[in-house]
């Protein structure tokens, strides 16, 4: 069975304070692995799209990263509006579905 | 353009009520989905479609109902609502089947009492 697993649950940071969030992932073959930002009371929005080991995506203070086994979403010198819920989610060859993770909470204090 | 709009955002039910929430696109989308949301869980798909007229279960579909007569919209009906239902649910759109990303909708919040 196709599974996510993110970490950490939570994180705090000072603004300026990089560091990187984990996305642990199995599938049967993978077809793409995505991130979101979830902002409180809103719907998920999209970010990146991975496709294959070793590709690499940035927008702004984000970059993501995909190994055969985990995503790694860096964020570079936070700001507070940074601050968000972040998910992660697969897409296996040939299914409909999005498998998602729990969410990083993301909080970037200033 | 709207994108994808869901209504209402909050509602209260008691047990056994029925109710349905509504979602509509205005970007042409064939592919439509509806998700829950639950604390310390990942998003969950419940039903989707493909195109107007056809529907299929996702991943938890009991105690729900959907139908798509027109590509713009894809209601889901609570049929008898349930504690275990109180949920953040999500309606979602993409160009075609499998195709990314997704687009979401801001949310339905729903209380079952």
């Known amino acids: 069975e196709d599974q996510v697993t993110q970490s950490p649950e939570a994180l705090r940071l000072q603004e300026g304070e990089s560091s990187s969030l984990n996305c642990s992932y199995t599938?049967?073959?993978?077809?793409?692995l995505f991130w979101y930002r979830q902002d409180p009371g809103k719907g998920p929005e999209f970010l990146f799209t991975l496709y294959s080991a070793g590709e690499e995506k940035e927008k702004e203070r984000l970059k993501a990263t995909l190994t055969k086994k985990e995503s790694f979403l860096h964020i570079t010198a936070p700001k507070p509006e940074d601050s968000a819920t972040y998910l992660c989610?697969?897409?296996?060859?040939?299914?409909?579905?999005?498998?998602f993770g729990q969410g990083t909470r993301l909080t970037i204090n200033p | 353009n709207a994108g994808v709009t869901q209504t209402p955002k909050f509602q209260v039910l008691k047990t056994g009520q029925s109710m349905t929430l509504q979602c509509a696109q205005d970007?042409?989308?064939?592919?439509m989905s509806w998700y829950r949301q639950d604390p310390g869980m990942g998003l969950r798909l419940i039903h989707y479609s493909v195109g107007a007229g056809i529907t299929d279960q996702g991943e938890v579909p009991n105690g729900y109902n959907v139908s798509r007569s027109t590509t713009e919209d894809f209601p889901l009906r609570l049929l008898s609502a349930a504690p275990s239902q109180t949920s953040v649910y999500f309606c979602?759109?993409?160009?075609?089947?499998?195709?990314?990303?997704?687009?979401f909708g801001d949310g339905t919040r729903l209380s079952i009492l």
């Open positions: 599938v049967s073959g993978l077809r793409g």
């Open positions: 970007m042409n989308h064939e592919y």
């Open positions: 989610a697969v897409q296996a060859y040939g299914a409909q579905k999005l498998v």
């Open positions: 979602a759109s993409s160009l075609r089947q499998g195709a990314q990303p997704q687009h």
